[in-house]
């Protein structure tokens, strides 16, 4: 068990919804990052916070957003859902802020989107 | 622009076989980090190793060996006697400057009894 708790497990949708996933962190760490896992585009990086605060930016749609609360849980908010948005969505925490931290995962949410 | 290769796609080797994971990465950065997960089949990731570009030292880990040679830019696994349980997609990755993590495809190992 890695410590990171991902929240919904799995979620099922149809095209043009918008949908939230959860994700708690290691007790302690700061920084939370997601994850896009697809066949297609295989595993990418989407974005990272540390404390709250944004702090690296990957391959994020503009229908993606993320944000980061005051007790360091995070949510990644997908709307206007396309069948290509159909993926393996990871979280992952660390300590610190900087990205070549070790990162421990959570277990992924599988989003289908039909 | 960065970029990770990982240029086997799926390698099958008998139990007790040595195995080395190909990674090859492009960067113009001076200060980066390179990573190995492991993806068994139940799905989660796992962190096994970082490395950042200053430290060309390899490292050993039980039956895990890295070799990290910055001038052939590449930073290859190696598991030795490996074992059924190592069956894994394994994927390099790397973090520059602007710390975007770029994965590799991944290659998926099979490990047959």
């Known amino acids: 068990d890695s410590g990171v708790t991902q929240t919904p497990k799995h979620l099922i949708t149809a095209t043009g919804q918008r949908v939230t996933l959860r994700c708690s962190p290691r007790s302690g760490d700061l920084s939370v990052y997601w994850y896009q896992q697809s066949l297609d585009q295989g595993l990418q990086f989407l974005i990272q916070y540390y404390n709250g605060e944004e702090r690296a930016k990957g391959n994020i749609l503009e229908r993606f957003s993320a944000q980061q609360f005051p007790d360091l849980h995070s949510e990644l908010n997908l709307s206007s859902l396309e069948l290509g948005d159909s993926a393996l969505y990871f979280c992952a925490s660390s300590l610190s802020e900087g990205t070549g931290d070790e990162a421990f995962f959570g277990q992924g949410t599988r989003l289908t989107v039909v | 622009a960065q970029k990770v290769t990982q240029a086997q796609t799926e390698i099958s080797v008998v139990e007790k076989e040595d195995v080395t994971l190909d990674c090859v990465y492009e960067?113009?950065?001076?200060?980066?980090?390179l990573f190995w997960y492991k993806q068994p089949p139940s799905g989660e990731l796992v962190f096994l190793i970082r490395?950042?570009?200053?430290?060309?030292q390899n490292e050993i880990s039980g039956r895990y060996s890295w070799n990290f040679q910055k001038s052939t830019s590449s930073f290859n696994f190696t598991i030795t006697a490996s074992q059924v349980v190592d069956s894994a997609v394994y994927f390099c990755a790397l973090s520059g400057r602007d710390d975007k993590i770029i994965f590799g495809k991944g290659t998926r190992l099979h490990i047959l009894p």
């Open positions: 960067t113009r950065d001076t200060t980066y980090y």
């Open positions: 490395r950042n570009s200053f430290d060309e």
